[in-house]
């Protein structure tokens, strides 16, 4: 995908339009980033509206991050957040008692229905989430991001009305970070980023992170020194080597990358709210 200039203001323009008449604004982000898939545009909506955010796919997070970012997120004044995966229908339907706490008490919803709008870079789980919602099959749903999708307003149970968000809405590119993040989440497309650098980019994270879950998911008989190390010592286990007993990298990266958007590498989390903070300091300070 291409995020032109042209698009995003066409996106921002439609949102735009449309706050006035939302009471609440809902914001699916990945668990396992938080930050980096916010959109960059929404923060400029903060305030303005009570705001829910969905930290979705939890089931694929590390769960003490995330009960970290839940805590993070709603330090914001008027924000709300909730971990969730799609398998918790029963937990989904609490999103609308959420939304309707939310509001100031005493609003009468037989007569008037509470309209939220629902934000979410492509591949978060957005439509997911909206047909279970709405019990129904309705948002189409898929593995590749930009999925086409037209504007929608659906009437949920509970006199809700959905607007899902009109056009697409970019992902978060800087700092660098947040692209090799959102890369090993597949919320970029394949195309636009080499496997080997966001391996390596796993690679030091999870040797940083997580060493125990790395060294027993990849049967590493010992720790690697360093990133380029344990992709060579993977491809030895895995027997991803080329004619002359060469590691076959880019058959190394496909696999870890691949592991980890499964979820059989375990329950790891890119980020932390006090990674983020660093890494948002550091581009300030370099302005
Ligand atoms: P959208 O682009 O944001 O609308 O995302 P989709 O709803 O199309 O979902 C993208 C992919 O994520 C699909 O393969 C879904 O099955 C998967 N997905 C959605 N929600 C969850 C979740 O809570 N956990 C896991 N593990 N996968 C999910």
């Known amino acids: 995908i291409n995020w032109f200039p042209g698009h995003m203001h066409k996106a921002r323009k439609e949102i735009k339009q449309l706050m006035p008449k939302i009471d609440v604004v809902i914001e699916v982000l990945d668990a396992r980033l938080p930050y980096s898939s916010s959109n960059p545009l929404v923060p400029l909506l903060r305030g303005e509206k009570p705001f829910l955010k969905i930290l979705n796919k939890s089931d694929l997070a590390d769960?003490?991050?995330?009960?970290?970012?839940?805590?993070?997120?709603?330090?914001?004044?008027g924000v709300k957040a909730i971990a969730l995966h799609q398998k918790q229908k029963g937990e989904v339907k609490r999103i609308l008692e959420l939304c309707q706490k939310m509001m100031p008490e005493g609003r009468n919803y037989i007569i008037k229905p509470l309209n939220a709008l629902i934000l979410g870079i492509p591949n978060v789980g957005k439509s997911t989430l909206i047909n279970t919602l709405a019990d129904r099959a309705i948002a189409q749903t898929g593995n590749t991001p930009a999925v086409t999708k037209i504007q929608q307003r659906i009437k949920l149970p509970s006199n809700i009305v959905l607007y899902d968000t009109p056009g697409f809405l970019w992902p978060r590119l800087e700092p660098e970070a947040c692209g090799y993040r959102l890369a090993l989440s597949a919320a970029i497309k394949d195309s636009i980023f080499e496997y080997e650098d966001a391996a390596l980019f796993m690679a030091e994270y999870l040797l940083d992170r997580y060493p125990a879950i790395t060294q027993k998911h990849f049967r590493l008989t010992e720790l690697p020194v360093d990133n380029i190390e344990m992709l060579e010592m993977i491809a030895v286990v895995r027997g991803h080597m080329r004619k002359g007993g060469i590691p076959d990298i880019h058959k190394v990266a496909t696999a870890m990358i691949n592991d980890y958007r499964s979820g059989v590498l375990g329950k790891v989390t890119l980020e932390t709210p006090e990674m983020v903070e660093a890494e948002l300091a550091a581009v300030e300070q370099a302005q």
């Open 63 to 77: 769960p003490a991050v995330t009960k970290r970012w839940v805590e993070t997120l709603q330090q914001e004044p």
